[in-house]
């Protein structure tokens, strides 16, 4: 439901070390989403009003813990943090890789598998390399994925209660049956 409560999609974006900030806000904005920049420090953000700026105290999770206790269905997460992606997604959020790989239910116990995998890999000093650069490519696929998930996530995302949809709060009506009273 668009969060804890809520009914409305928001995008959070892991901004420590993000690439796409100003690709997520172009799409954010298409979509007139709140979009809220998790980090640990200041940084400069693309402007719009549909920006928040969100400086979480230091500390190795604390950016993580705050997106996960907030997101929910209906709601978008960018980042490449692996176990915050699998948080989220249990949580019922869709989230998607700055690269534009979206992490899913299906695949996520996978993707922490090799994320530890490679963790060991390289305390072992087997592999020394944090992986690919970023690429042209990979900044055009966040844009398409982002597109998608964002539509995807409003489909999710419940209305808000309200007149239409709860039949009991209607003026004229019996709260009891959400008739109109007899008489």
């Known amino acids: 439901m668009g ?10 974006v892991d901004a420590d070390a993000c690439p796409v900030k100003d690709e ?11 979009i809220h920049f ?3 420090s200041w940084m400069r953000l693309p402007e719009s009003e549909f920006v928040t700026r969100v400086i979480v105290s230091d500390g190795p999770d604390a950016a993580d813990d705050w997106i996960a206790e907030r997101v929910g269905r209906g709601d978008v997460v960018v980042t490449a943090d692996v176990p915050l992606a699998a948080r989220c997604v249990k949580a ?8 534009g790989k979206p992490f899913r ?5 996978m993707a922490l598998a090799m994320r530890d995998l490679k963790t060991r890999l390289r305390e072992a000093g087997a592999i020394r390399e944090g992986g690919p650069a970023f690429t042209r490519a990979d900044r055009s696929k966040f844009l ?17 209660p309200g007149p239409s949809t709860n039949p ?16």
Do not use: F
Not at 3 to 12: D, E, I, N, P
Not at 92 to 99: C, F, M, N, Q, Y
């Open 3 to 12: 969060g804890k409560g809520r009914a409305m999609t928001v995008l959070y």
């Open 24 to 34: 997520a806000v172009r799409v954010g904005e298409r979509h007139k989403v709140p």
């Open 38 to 40: 998790v980090s640990n």
């Open 92 to 99: 019922g959020a869709l989230v998607v890789g700055p690269t």
């Open 105 to 109: 239910e299906d695949g996520i116990g």
């Open 144 to 160: 398409g994925t982002l597109e998608t998930t964002l539509r995807a996530a409003r489909r999710q995302a419940p209305p808000a």
């Open 168 to 183: 009991g709060t209607n003026p004229g009506t019996n709260p009891g049956t959400g008739k109109p009273p007899e008489g």
